[in-house]
T-cell receptor, first 114, second 114 residues
């Protein structure tokens, strides 16, 4: 079964810490995405990557950066965590062809910043 | 830029009753349209998608959706709801050119009464 794996289900970090959220997919997908999910706001795109070392900003990139050194791995970095970054973070992947869209999602990482 | 509106934040139906979840999109051309479901504590799972052709699309778990260009809508339906359908449902839109990532609505939470 194809999978997108997020390294942690739950994380608690302190304000000001540098936080790494890891996502790995085993489907050889070109595209990978990070979304943030908040009640009443749905999913908001933070960053996405369409190839190794390639990235594009989404709708809410402030306070975040990403890294994609290998095709299967896409990392989200919170440079200096703040309480307003407490949220559910979802990683997804898809093939490059837009007509093959149907993201595969990971189970999510619930991050609490205290 | 494309956008998606799900007008209903929360819907409650009785088990065995029919269901319709509303989704309206804004985009100048024909979009790609999706419905995803998220069970508690889980990532999102694709229910169905529309790219072109027949405007009535069948998905998994007995769901269907109809694309109506004149109303800019892509409503999700199920003739008889089961208790296991209780979840949050997200509509999403993608486009042929430009932004590579999907844009999601804010979600509709479905509660099923026995």
């Amino acid at each position: 079964d194809v999978k997108v794996t997020q390294s942690s289900r739950y994380l608690v970090k302190r304000t000001g810490e540098k936080v790494f959220l890891e996502c790995v997919q085993d489907m050889d997908h070109e595209n990978m995405f990070w979304y943030r999910q908040d009640p009443g706001l749905g999913l908001r795109l933070i960053y996405f990557s369409y190839d190794v070392k390639m990235k594009e900003k989404g709708d809410i990139p402030e306070g975040y950066s990403v890294s994609r050194e290998k095709k299967e791995r896409f990392s989200l970095i919170l440079e200096s965590a703040s309480t307003n970054q407490t949220s559910m973070y979802l990683c997804a992947s898809s093939l490059r062809d837009r007509r093959s869209y149907g993201y595969t999602f990971g189970s999510g990482t619930r991050l609490t910043v205290v | 830029a494309q956008s998606v509106t799900q007008p209903d934040i929360h819907i409650t139906v009785s088990e065995g009753a029919s269901l319709e979840l509303r989704c309206n999109y804004s985009y100048g051309a024909t979009p790609y349209l999706f419905w995803y479901v998220q069970s508690p504590g889980q990532g999102l799972q694709l229910l169905l998608k529309y790219f072109s052709g027949d405007t009535l699309v069948q998905g998994i778990k007995g769901f269907e959706a109809e694309f109506k260009r004149s109303q800019s809508s892509f409503n999700l339906r199920k003739p008889s709801v089961h208790w296991s359908d209780a979840a949050e449902y997200f509509c999403a839109v993608g486009v042929e050119t430009g932004r590579r990532a999907l844009t999601f609505g804010s979600g509709t939470r479905l509660q099923v009464q026995p």
